[in-house]
């Protein structure tokens, strides 16, 4: 079963669940896929990770061919060409790597070269294969080191996804071929609104989901209620518990205590019991 795990904010829990999720399986893939900020590496530290640079085309001007005509500056919409006066201009970190401006240019004077955006890291931690992807710093391509790490993985049966937090492209990208969506949010206002948000964003991609509720105090709340009114599925409620924030603050596997185990092999357990109704 392939789970992606999201949250419409930072700061749920979304990483503490996804990795949790992932240990008490047998034979899973953990794949951190918030590459601007991937953090799941502090709770699954991999030993001598394989690096992969991941590369992207970009224009490469060969000037004695260009005659300044700017048809492909005014071909981009994204502003990643200006015409400097005797030569053409090109911001990598704006580039959407289409390949048109080298379509659209009448003399051949534009090629593509590789520009690295990013890697991949991939090893183990215990049982578990991790896989993290990283952004370069000032990149925006997010997306294809995203689509990369599933394109290795997609023969796995078994993937826990952590997602970026909230409804961003790369979040979309992250969802797409996942069987079920793990929905992490918190008993707060925020919480509450940003769940609305991502609940929306699935809706609209037909996605089957379920909530967790974490740092959950047990009384009645705003979520509960949202989900009551509109039928949303809670897979289970994870207390707010100064042991569970400590082991989650340095960075240890909750799961190993059979306590916290339990808590997740039955959200797992009704992970499995949602997608079976969904299938029916």
């Keep these: 079963m392939k789970i992606a795990v999201l949250s419409g904010k930072g700061g749920t829990g979304k990483t503490f669940v996804s ?3 992932a240990y008490i399986q047998e034979q ?5 896929c918030d590459v601007e ?31 300044g005509c700017r ?17 053409i201009l090109h911001f990598e970190q704006n ?17 593509e070269k590789p520009y ?17 992807g990283s952004l370069n710093p000032g990149q925006m391509q997010g997306c294809a080191i995203i689509r990369k790490m599933i394109a290795q993985t997609r023969d796995l049966k078994n993937l826990v996804l952590d997602c970026p937090p ?16 793990i929905l992490v949010t918190e008993p707060t206002s925020f919480g509450a609104s940003d769940m609305r948000i991502c609940i929306d964003l699935l809706k609209l991609y037909n996605k089957p989901f379920g909530i967790i509720i974490n740092k959950s105090l047990d009384t009645r709340n705003q979520i509960k209620t949202f989900c009551r009114r509109h039928n949303v599925k809670i897979l289970a409620e994870i207390p707010l518990q100064p042991e569970l924030a ?7 596997i909750a799961a190993k205590n059979p306590e916290y185990r339990r808590v997740f092999e039955r959200i797992f357990k009704n992970a499995q019991a949602l997608i079976h109704q969904q299938n029916q």
């Design 166 to 181: 909230g409804d961003s492209c790369h979040v979309v990208q992250s969802i797409l071929e996942a069987d079920l969506c």
């Design 37 to 67: 900020v991937p953090n799941g590496h502090l709770y699954l530290p991999m030993k001598e990770p394989a690096v992969q640079p991941v590369y992207l085309p970009v224009p490469s001007i060969e000037d004695s061919l260009c005659t």
């Design 19 to 21: 990795v949790n999720l």
């Design 71 to 87: 048809t492909c500056i005014d071909f981009c919409s994204f502003h990643a060409l200006c015409w400097t006066g005797s030569r």
């Design 246 to 252: 400590s082991l989650n603050a340095s960075g240890q």
């Design 28 to 32: 899973v893939t953990y794949i951190d």
């Design 116 to 132: 690295s955006i990013g890697n991949i890291c991939t090893g183990s931690f215990e049982h578990v294969g991790v896989m993290s």
């Design 95 to 111: 580039c959407h790597n289409c390949g048109g401006c080298s379509i659209v240019c009448p003399t051949k004077a534009i090629s």
